[in-house]
């Protein structure tokens, strides 16, 4: 099943499928590149928003913490680790 | 070797503990300055190899690759590959990186070393990565990179003359070789594969460790809790900055005391005695007593940063930051702004999106700086009762400070809102940030920034509230009053006439004579205002030493009331007063436009402000 990283449940390792790169502008596809964002890559998402948002994500992506908007998350597109395997 | 110091520039992703290892291996030998042209800091400092010859070390911005997303960014780029004015290319690189972050922070140490310059691994945080399970190979690291790395833990100075005899052996063998062009840098993915294969052959063992980093952070990122343990945090800052300074300043006020008793009766009454009493002793006295609270402020951030939760607040706040057209990374520039709006306005670098960071740069002055800490203080403890809210523990003087914070912050978003909708306008913002790690902050990092900062106040009281106070003090006392006592001294100067054109402007929102002439002054920076009032209330009160004994506050207390003083704060809430902070505006904005339009915007809101604190508090009868 495919589904998108910004409506993900928290605490779930899943993996990343396809990412939309005609969502993202350049600087916005290279920076998650930066990150270690890929397809195939193994992430989990933590923490969402505050008082006041939904917005942003904060996930695991190998032994670092990122944080995202839901407008990059919308763009990343995962899949269940078990399911790929 | 030829006679010319070698140059050794620190490069590395944020967070890889770049700072640390410069302060380690520089200790205070260190001087911050700017890159010509632009705003980005230059950190420079000196050190030496084991046998004592010296070298000179650069700590670079934080980078993720060499091709730039924000201005500081840039810098990196710009330095390495010596394209930056009025920095020589680095005669060897010392790549940082953080060892628990090796797959990610490998792409920018390819790059690097693919440019050829003599370059040293310092496999940093070794210990971190430790404790979260992982062993590394720095050998086999080496081997696959091709360039020596060194492990370190900079922050207990481990591995630093290692560290120092790599790099000078390899500035050695580089100029002995004969090298081939640097090979031509692949693609990002390319990168990154490579990065991410070399980093697991490099890993000898992995223990997934269930991190208690990720349970602190359950509480602290809670979209609840978290949002009120960041609002307890802030509150118990300025709570400090207001109980923790009152025994250090009383100390320093009553010590300035004495100077200005003993110097009355040590020196003949000349105009020099005036001078020095009136002038110099009470003006930058009023504002050097402010001391300790500036320092105690620095202290909080300075940990807040160092402590990595300052990126954590950054993730909480950013929701509502969205809501007016900004991004979380805008936080930390604003809560820089909160010690001084100029390294707020410098910080604001790091904001990739232009618009975003013009809307950052123009609401900073609004965050209360702590040039506004000794105008609030004086007038807080001279006409703010000082007891507890209803029998609870929190104090009424450190609640008006903590509403005066929230009516800038308020300000600042509404001010936002609207700018991102007229002027500057613009793509919604991003935010994509990497969270680090907590860390326990280092004292001597601490002790190394807020020396930075004391240092830049004092300096401040020394030039610039020294000169401001030394020309207000002339203006107030010549020409000399005729001595039947008719006009006051204060009223009859050149100074009192001046003050007494502009009292018919600011008379209608409560503004009285004192505040119409320590506003002028005041444009230079915010906390002249005090050394204004502190010495047009000396020269006032003369030689008579029962006044001299009483306190500025006591002083306004019997002559302002209420409301003006209310009235007064709500002013220094929004008023633009501080030509630091024009001039760096200017400069960051590159033009005039920008800095006359915040000049302009924030006296209309000061005036509003107080205008309107000032009619409230008549109609509850506190006029």
């Known amino acids: ?85 | 070797m030829t006679g010319a110091i070698p140059t050794i520039a620190l490069a590395g992703n944020p967070n890889a503990g770049k700072s640390s290892l410069f302060n380690a291996l520089t200790g205070a030998r260190q001087k911050i300055a700017n890159y010509p042209g632009v705003t980005v800091e230059r950190k420079a400092g000196h050190a030496s190899f084991a046998d004592g010859r010296p070298l000179s070390l650069i700590d670079l911005p934080g980078s993720y690759s060499l091709t730039p997303s924000s201005p500081d960014e840039a810098v990196t780029r710009d330095v390495v590959l010596g394209q930056q004015a009025g920095q020589k290319r680095p005669d060897a690189l010392v790549i940082v990186l953080d060892a628990a972050n090796l797959d990610n922070h490998l792409c920018f140490a390819l790059e690097l070393i693919a440019l050829g310059l003599p370059t040293v691994v310092a496999l940093n945080m070794l210990d971190l990565a430790e404790r979260d399970g992982l062993t590394l190979d720095p050998e086999r690291l080496a081997g696959e990179l091709g360039v020596p790395v060194v492990p370190t833990v900079a922050v207990r100075r481990r591995g630093l003359s290692e560290l120092l005899a790599a790099l000078d052996h390899e500035i050695l063998v580089h100029q002995l070789e004969t090298h081939a062009h640097p090979a031509p840098p692949p693609t990002d993915v390319a990168l990154h594969r490579r990065a991410r294969a070399i980093a697991r052959a490099a890993t000898l063992s992995e223990t997934p460790v269930r991190r208690w980093t990720q349970r602190v952070d359950a509480v602290f990122l809670h979209p609840v809790a978290g949002f009120l343990i960041l609002l307890a945090l802030m509150f118990v800052m300025f709570q400090a900055v207001y109980a923790a300074a009152e025994a250090p300043a009383d100390l320093l006020e009553s010590g300035i005391g004495v100077l200005q008793q003993w110097v009355v009766g040590a020196m003949p009454d000349t105009v020099l005695r005036g001078l020095i009493v009136e002038g110099l002793l009470a003006g930058v006295g009023a504002v050097v007593v402010f001391l300790p609270q500036i320092l105690i402020l620095f202290l909080f951030i300075l940990l807040l940063e160092a402590s990595g939760y300052m990126t954590r607040a950054a993730f909480l706040m950013d929701g509502l930051m969205a809501k007016v057209g900004l991004s979380g990374r805008g936080f930390i520039p604003l809560l820089s702004s909160f010690a001084c709006a100029v390294p707020g306005i410098m910080a604001t670098r790091a904001i990739p999106d232009a618009k975003d960071r013009l809307t950052t740069i123009l609401i900073a002055p609004l965050m209360t700086c702590s040039a506004r800490l000794p105008v609030y203080a004086l007038i807080i403890a001279a006409f703010i009762p000082d007891h507890a809210v209803g029998g609870s523990p929190v104090g009424l003087q450190g609640l008006v400070l903590f509403g005066l914070y929230v009516s800038g912050i308020v300000g600042a978003l509404v001010v936002a809102f609207v700018l991102r909708r007229t002027v500057a306008r613009g793509n919604s913002a991003s935010f994509m940030m990497e969270m680090p790690r907590y860390q326990m902050p280092r004292l001597n990092d601490i002790a190394i920034g807020l020396w930075q900062r004391a240092w830049i106040f004092l300096r401040r009281a020394g030039t610039i509230i020294a000169i401001t106070t030394v020309i207000l003090w002339a203006l107030l006392s010549f020409p000399q009053a005729p001595a039947d006592g008719e006009m006051r001294q204060v009223d009859y100067s050149i100074a009192g006439r001046i003050a007494s054109g502009l009292e018919v402007v600011v008379k209608p929102i409560g503004f009285n004579h004192d505040i119409a002439l320590a506003l002028i002054p005041a444009m230079a920076a915010r906390e002249v205002a005090v050394s204004a009032l502190a010495t047009a209330n000396a020269i006032d009160a003369g030689d008579d030493e029962e006044e001299i004994s009483q306190s500025l506050g006591e002083r306004l207390q019997g002559r302002w009331s209420i409301a003006t003083a209310l009235a007064f704060l709500a002013w220094f809430v929004f008023a633009p007063q501080c030509i630091s902070t024009i001039a760096i505006t200017r400069r960051e904005t590159n033009g005039w436009k920008w800095p006359m339009f915040m000049v302009g915007y924030l006296f209309l809101l000061a005036y509003a402000a107080a205008g309107i604190t000032y009619w409230t508090a008549v109609a509850f009868g506190l006029g």
């Open chain 1, 1 to 85: 099943m495919i589904a998108k990283l910004d409506s993900a449940p928290l605490g779930t390792p899943v993996r990343i499928a396809r990412i939309d790169w005609q969502l993202l502008s350049h600087d916005e596809g290279r920076r998650l590149r930066e990150f270690g964002l890929m397809e195939g890559v193994e992430i989990t998402p933590l923490h969402r928003g505050s008082l006041f948002s939904r917005e942003p994500l904060a996930l695991v992506v190998g032994r670092m913490q990122v944080i995202i908007r839901g407008k990059q998350a919308a763009a990343i597109e995962i899949e269940a680790i078990a399911a790929a395997a």
